[in-house]
Nanobody, 115 residues
Framework: QVQLVESGGGLVESGGSLTLSCAASRNIFSVYTMGWYRQAPGDERELVAEITWKGEVNYADAVKGRFTISRDNAKNTVPLQMNNLKPEDSAGYYC?????????WGQGTQVTVSS
């Protein structure tokens, strides 16, 4: 079992920055792909960014060049640095860990970007 806890959400003005953090209950980065997803009201949950156990990263087109995913093996955290935020980035942001049929989600953290 893996527990994921997100933090760092909040209200920010357009053009501002936020850093989200996902804390895992144990060190799983060597075998799990870690990802950040988001879901706005009425929309489906979508991938924002992910980092594989090999360290390969993948970003949604909408956030390329603005968001950066990384992992801190010492702290068992996966930060998501978000710069130049736009109102359309407003959503609930969820941390995910998955591998070989195993799939875990955090409870989410809200990001609201005002115009």
């Amino acid at each position: 079992q893996v527990q994921l806890v997100e933090s760092g959400g909040g209200l920010v003005e357009s053009g501002g920055s936020l850093t989200l953090s996902c804390a895992a209950s144990r060190n799983i980065f060597s075998v799990y792909t870690m990802g950040w997803y988001r879901q706005a009201p009425g929309d489906e949950r979508e991938l924002v960014a992910e980092i594989t156990w090999k360290g390969e990263v993948n970003y949604a087109d909408a956030v390329k060049g603005r968001f950066t995913i990384s992992r801190d093996n010492a702290k068992n955290t996966v930060p998501l640095q978000m710069n130049n935020l736009k109102p359309e980035d407003s959503a609930g942001y969820y941390c995910n860990a998955h591998r070989d049929g195993w799939n875990y989600w955090g409870q989410g953290t809200q990001v609201t970007v005002s115009s």
